[in-house]
């Protein structure tokens, strides 16, 4: 049966600024459906037959992959060799290859539906032993009986790499880790069932300019799509299959649309952040990828308000040495040319996952609620060691801030400031280049409970980083990467505002900077609310920071001030809604 190639039109969460038109690749992570039907006993010879070809044919395509493989760089060509070895020996007289032959023989069922139950036998009896090492090699049983199943039916296999150029990619869902291996060059729009807007993997999507729409209707995997062009917008959060000519001439007009807005906003990059009754605001913005450091030099930042360090462990099997992270954190420094760069210490767990460190993290139910960030650092203090080493290092090269994520008590961070008070000693008494003052050391708010401490925090920290993504989620208990509940992740939110209201005047009586940079900051249309409540420092993705600009330039203190006014005296969070949306953007 061919395909329905009518236009069809999904509503999902636009997480970036951008319109995308391209080839749709669906990115078929899932096993299909796997037929069962009954082999009759004088066809049970001819079906094992049947399955041990598809296990030579799974053997070959190993043996390829590994050659391939080997032109990768070290440490991922070992790490992806490690793995092809451990399926190439499932393929060998294992477990799964006699439990197959031998259900075959004895259900006299095909071999694709004998691959299945073999595989949940041994699955269920892995989990059923809780062990971290063995549950790891779930996945192993996992990818080597779709293999199989794959080949059995025929299927091509289908991933990333196999995406055309200025291809779409659906997927029912691409992790932080995967997002942050997307060449925008190579990616032109992405398109997901699973995520939210404030999620790693939206982020990571925004960070790298890819129009993207997340938590879309499972629909869009029903095969309609692959093969035919997509629309992706995600300014509107509109993912559009098979369009037609019409429809494909309207976005070509808006992706031109847009285009030119971005041209214009271009034009301010060298005008100041500035009000227009002269109050000057601090517009950094935020990094993830070393090698995206110039288009913050392009965006005209005046400085990288936060670099989330935990992509330096993505995508590799060994944690980063102290040397490897101070080349990346000095290229960055570098790059600012006297620009003052924001590093904050690892920020690994709830949805963002490196392998290096996976041993630590026991597996949890609530994972956000678990060892995550400064709580897994302080546990392993030498990752706060190799860190902090680093940063300082860096700090040799151009102005550097520290920032610790997830912070719940001011304990936490005296506990941090004496690990980098020790290190600066080390260095210094090893003849290291580092500055002469230790950096300021900063602390996110992010957990209520910090922007409720807000003074105590402000008594040991330098400055603040009001982390919304998170600040948003742990106070409405909703999930930011959780498409089934993203409708409620809401910083309008009258308790979340209040969190940010709080966590600035304490700041104030202190003395000490307050700036945003979780995506909050990255709405324009929250801009005058934020100045109002007295906000002066942003840190945004590279991509909004133009658009943040232009906002600030078109307002007055003293209307902001009279718009927070009207807005923090409401208790609903629709007529909070209603006054911001009224406002403009
Ligand atoms: C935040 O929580 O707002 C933030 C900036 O940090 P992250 O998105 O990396 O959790
Ligand atoms: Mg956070």
């Not at 809780?130 to 025929?154: F, P, W």
């Not at 000057?280 to 995206?292: G, T, Y």
């Not at 940063?391 to 001011?410: E, F, I």
């Amino acid at each position: 049966m061919s395909p329905d190639r009518r236009e069809k039109t999904l509503r999902g969460i636009g997480v970036s600024h951008g319109i995308a038109i391209g080839p749709a690749f669906l990115v078929q992570v899932d096993r299909p459906h796997v037929p069962q039907w009954k082999v009759a006993a004088q066809d049970i010879a001819a079906e094992q037959a049947r399955f041990q070809q598809s296990v030579m044919t799974a053997q070959n395509e190993l043996g390829e992959l590994k050659e391939k493989s080997a032109s990768l760089p070290d440490t991922a060509a070992e790490e992806i060799g490690l793995l092809l070895d451990a399926h190439l020996a499932m393929l060998s007289g294992s477990r799964l290859v006699r439990g197959v032959i031998k259900r075959i023989a004895d259900e006299g069922i095909n071999a694709e539906a004998a691959i299945e139950h073999v595989m949940q036998e041994l699955t269920d009896q892995f989990r059923a032993l809780r062990d971290k090492y063995i549950a790891a090699r779930i996945d192993d049983v996992e990818a080597v009986s779709n293999r199989l199943i794959r080949i059995l039916m025929n299927l091509p296999y289908i991933a990333l790499d196999s995406v055309p150029p200025g291809g779409i990619v659906l997927a029912k869902e691409i992790s932080p880790a995967d997002t942050a291996l997307m060449d925008p060059k190579r990616f032109a729009g992405l398109a997901t069932v699973h995520g939210g807007a404030a999620g790693h993997t939206a982020v990571m999507a925004r960070s790298l300019g890819i129009p993207s729409v997340l938590g879309l209707d499972p629909d869009m995997l029903d095969h309609s799509g692959h093969g035919g062009i997509a629309i992706v917008d995600g300014v509107t959060g509109v993912l559009i299959l098979n369009p037609s000519e019409a429809t494909l001439a309207e976005y070509r007009a808006r992706q031109q649309a847009l285009q030119n807005a971005r041209a214009d906003l271009d034009k301010i990059t060298t005008l100041p952040a500035e009000t227009t009754d002269g109050q000057a605001i601090s517009l950094r913005a935020n990094l993830e990828l070393p090698r995206d450091v110039q288009a913050i030099v392009d965006s005209g930042a005046e400085g990288i308000g936060l670099f989330r360090t935990e992509f330096l462990f993505m995508n590799r099997s060994t944690l980063p040495s102290e040397d490897e992270q101070f080349d990346s954190m000095a290229a960055v420094v570098r790059a600012m040319q006297g620009k003052p760069v924001t590093f904050r210490t690892l920020d690994i767990g709830g949805d963002k996952i490196a392998r290096a460190v996976g041993a630590w993290i026991a597996e949890a139910t609530n994972p956000a609620l678990g060892l995550r960030a400064i709580r897994l650092s302080l546990k392993q203090p030498q990752l706060l060691i190799d860190q902090f080493r680093a940063m300082l290092r860096a700090a040799a090269l151009g102005p550097v801030r520290v920032l610790l994520p997830m912070v719940t008590t001011a304990e936490e961070v005296e506990q941090a400031a004496q690990l980098l008070r020790r290190c600066h000693a080390d260095l210094k008494a090893e003849g290291t280049a580092v500055p002469e003052a230790l950096p300021p050391l900063g602390t996110m708010i992010e957990i209520p409970a910090a922007a409720l401490s807000a003074d105590s925090l402000a008594a040991v920290s330098d400055f603040f980083a009001l982390g919304t993504n998170d600040l948003v989620q742990y106070t409405v208990a909703i999930d930011r990467g959780n498409d089934q509940v993203a409708a409620l992740y809401n910083p309008l939110n009258p308790a979340v505002l209040r969190l940010i209201e709080f966590t600035l005047e304490a700041a104030r009586r202190a003395g000490i900077p307050v700036s945003i940079c979780g995506e909050m900051g990255a709405d324009p249309r929250y801009t005058p609310l934020l100045l109002g409540l007295g906000l002066r420092e942003f840190s945004v993705g590279s991509a909004a920071l133009p658009r943040i600009k232009q906002r600030i330039r078109a307002l007055g203190l003293a209307e902001c001030e009279a718009h927070a006014r009207l807005v923090m005296d409401q208790y609903d969070p629709a007529q909070i809604t209603a006054i911001v949306e009224q406002y403009g953007s």
